[in-house]
């Protein structure tokens, strides 16, 4: 756990890189943050899973480095849509220069 607040839970970068691979490696959600140490109690018992399906999201969209990088604070995008938004401009832009060059 990086940082907590009465609004929300940040989580290192490590801790969910880890967690992803020990739930690909068979690892259910609840037990891995039972085992990290959190209280359910406290966060809630949807929390965990919460987590891990956005967190498997960007993990398979992205690979490793998308968990690794700090997301908070970036316009409120995630992950995916940055990326999406990123290879949008960049189609927009080559389809620009394929008609600017047919001219």
């Known amino acids: ?3 907590v607040t009465d609004k929300s839970i940040t989580y290192t ?3 969910k890189l880890e967690a992803v ?3 690909e490696a068979g690892k259910m959600p609840m037990d891995i943050f039972l085992r990290a140490g959190f209280d359910i109690d406290t966060i ?3 929390k965990p899973k919460k987590n891990f399906h956005r967190w498997r999201n960007i993990y398979a969209a992205h ?3 998308s968990l690794l ?3 908070r604070g970036k316009g409120g995008q995630t992950a995916s849509k940055q990326l999406v938004h990123r290879r949008k401009t960049e189609a927009c ?3 620009h220069q394929v008609a600017r060059s047919g001219e």
């Open 44 to 46: 809630g018992r949807k």
């Open 93 to 95: 832009r080559s389809a």
């Open 1 to 3: 756990m990086k940082k």
């Open 63 to 65: 690979g490793e480095a």
């Open 21 to 23: 691979k020990a739930y």
């Open 13 to 15: 970068p490590e801790f």
């Open 69 to 71: 990088e700090e997301q």
